[in-house]
Structure formats: C-alpha cells, structure tokens
C-alpha cells in the first residue's frame, strides 16, 4: 500500500466561507474516494507548519506534504521541503494563491484534490532574500508597505487587498536604495520567482519558476494619474509594457539601503536595512503541479 498524504491546514487561511470541520471532512472523505490514505492536521501558531513539515520529511512516512492555506502557509511547508525527495502539494485557501496560480493549480478545492493525485512531480527553483527563503515573491517598497498593513488585518481577499493598497498610497514616499552599486529611487522592487503577488496580479509576466534565476521588476516613481493605468496593467498581465517599469534577470545581487525599510517575502512582512542578498535556488523544491 503507498504512503498516506499528510495535509498541514492553517486554520486562518481562505475566503471561501468554508468552516474548518467542514473543509478537514471534505479533503478526508474526497481522498478516501479517489483511493487514498490520509492524515490532516491543523496549525496552531506562527511557524508551526513548518515544524510539522520538518518531522513530516524526516519520519519519511509520507508519500506527500500537503500545504492547505495561502502563499504564507506554503512559504512555511515549503522551506522545511527544500532538497528533500518527498513532494510537496497545494491546496490554495488563500487570500491571493500566488504560487498556486502560476503553476496552474486549481484554487476550487475538489479541483485541487484532483490534481493532487493527477498531477507530477516538478522541481521547481526558490529564493533567498538574506537567509529567509521565498518560492512566489520578495521585494522592497510599496508592495512590501501594503503587507504590512494586510498582515495586521482580519480583512482577507482581493477586495481587502485594494483597500489597504488604496490606504498606503496615500501617504507612500518613494524609497532609494544601491544594488550592485547603482542608486536608485523607487516606487516598489520587487523579486520575482513565479509571475505574479496572487488574484492574478501579474509583476512580473514573463518570470518562471524552472530556469534558475530570479526576475528583478523595478518601478520608477510615476505620477497620481497613472496609477490606475498601472493597476490595469497589473491584472492584465501588461506590466512590462509600462514606459515606468523595467526588468532583468539575475542569480544573485546584493542591495543596500542605509534606514529601515519595510519587506516581504510571499506576502509576509519583513524589514530590512543594511546589506541585503538576495539570490536564486534553482531546482531545490518538488512540487507536484
């Protein structure tokens, strides 16, 4: 008989509606159907999915480690999975499912589970910002301003991420910062390992999570009226047609920045200062996608 799955649930995740009993009887019983032996746990705090994932690895009696929640959720799953054989799974019950997105996993849970069981094992390329792992997106600015105020709220979902990106526009100042030597001043930077921050905002339209490098979108300062062409352009998948918006790709760089400033990494927030690395970990994660 294979392995069962074990799935790592965070509680807080989703806005769906669905109510935790509820959604732990569903993946139970829809795995008992399409064949398989199942586990579900339920986070408890802040970095508790990762340590359940750490043990999970190391017992080696999983056929696969299940992250159910957002990008959050999965950042934790995933870095205690980093070079390990047993693959990692998504079921998307996020705010955004960023990741999931880009690698074309269902965010319906049945769908989900489906391809959970259909789908292949892919290896597929992490980040580094410093020494704290990120597998859809890191960066500096306005995106990592508005995490800051989504991560302090109850208000989950795209409706609610608008709103808090409306909030910090209001008093948002541009911030400068030195990588690899050049000054710069910026709207927002951002690091990009999959394409987009999640509801399919797309930062970076042409990244890819298998070809070992990291895409770096830098966005210039730009004035009010543009910033609802920004937005549609945003969702529209058009980002680096924008005359304020420019890319490139690279395996490691290093920024500086002399005051504290606020980041994140797959939405969660951060803050750095100083000398700041960040880096691509090509092929060091199995998804199955």
């Known amino acids: 008989m294979a392995k069962p799955l074990l799935f790592i649930v965070n509680p807080k995740s989703g806005t769906n509606g669905t109510e935790l009993p509820t959604l732990l009887q569903f993946i139970e019983d829809k ?14 705090f802040k970095g508790h999915a990762t340590q359940l994932a750490s043990t999970a690895v190391k017992s080696g009696s999983w056929s696969a ?16 999975m980093l070079f390990q054989s047993t693959p990692m799974g998504i079921v998307p019950a996020g705010s955004g499912n960023g990741l999931a997105r880009h690698l074309h996993i269902p965010v319906n849970t049945n769908s989900a589970l489906h391809r ?29 301003s508005v995490s800051h105020y989504f991560a302090s709220s109850e208000s ?11 909030e910090a526009y209001k008093d948002y100042r541009p911030i400068t910062v030195t990588i690899d030597d050049e000054t710069l ?13 999640g509801n399919n905002a797309w930062i970076a339209p042409k990244a890819s999570v298998t070809d070992g490098i990291l895409d770096l979108c830098y966005v210039q300062p730009f004035p009010d009226w543009y910033s609802m062409i920004l937005g549609a352009r945003l969702f529209a ?53």
Not at 31 to 44: F, P, S
Not at 157 to 166: A, E, N, P, Q, V
Not at 238 to 259: E, I, K
């Open 31 to 44: 795995m008992k159907e399409l064949g398989y032996v199942c586990q579900t746990v339920v986070t408890e």
């Open 65 to 80: 480690i299940v992250a159910v929640g957002g990008d959050g959720t999965i950042n934790e799953v995933a870095r205690a």
């Open 116 to 144: 959970l069981v259909e789908g292949t094992p892919v290896k597929i390329d992490s980040g580094l910002i410093n020494d704290t792992p990120f597998f859809c997106t890191s960066g500096i600015g306005f995106d990592a």
């Open 156 to 166: 989950r979902g795209l409706r609610g991420y608008i709103r808090f990106s409306l």
């Open 185 to 197: 001043t910026a709207f927002l930077i951002t690091f990009a390992n999959a394409g987009q921050y």
């Open 237 to 289: 998948k058009t980002l680096d047609q924008s005359q304020y918006v420019s890319y490139r790709q690279f395996q490691s760089l290093r920024l500086t920045t002399t005051t504290p400033l606020p980041a994140h990494f797959d939405g969660e927030p951060l803050v750095v200062e100083g000398e700041v690395i960040v880096r691509s970990v090509p092929g060091s994660l199995t998804v199955i996608c």
